[in-house]
């Protein structure tokens, strides 16, 4: 049995939601044919509390306007690990120190990752940019 396809819109809107507001490593796990409790874990990070906040309000500002509401909230209030529980998916937003110290994607390593189409696509193009132009600067100085 594989994650719901109600499940996996869910955690399509939330990971790009997160992803929206710059979330770092945004994973979508299906941990269905472990748990019988939820279908996906929606995994992402922050390097402080007030983005971890933010993607908070934003991941359920877009679950709202898609017709969701939370059945649990736990944690919004510190910034360090915040759990949205949707029953059919639940939502890890935490400190970069959070993630790296529980490791939730160790935990549920055997766990297929769901791909989500369009994850990651947020970023600001500048950053490539100049990424490029410094490397062809570097390449033509070594000829």
């Not at 790009?16 to 409790?37: C, F, G, M, N, Y």
């Not at 949205?84 to 529980?102: A, S």
Request: hydrophobic fraction near 40%.
């Amino acid at each position: 049995m594989s994650a719901s396809v109600e499940a996996v819109k869910m955690a399509t809107v939330a990971a790009l939601a997160a992803d929206e507001k710059l979330a770092a490593e945004v994973v979508v796990l299906d941990v269905s044919e472990q748990l019988v409790i939820t279908d996906c874990f929606v995994i992402a990070s922050a390097p402080n509390e007030r983005q971890v906040n933010a993607i908070v309000d934003n991941v359920e500002d877009k679950l709202r306007e898609a017709g969701y509401k939370p059945v649990r909230r736990e944690g919004t209030r510190e910034g360090r690990w915040a759990l949205l529980d949707y029953v059919e998916i639940v939502i890890h937003i935490q400190h970069n120190d959070e993630r790296d110290f529980y490791g939730l994607e160790r935990l549920w390593k055997d766990c297929p990752q769901v791909p989500i189409e369009g994850l990651g696509t947020t970023r600001p193009a500048a950053d490539t940019d100049e990424a490029d132009a410094a490397g062809s600067t570097e390449a033509e100085a070594h000829e």
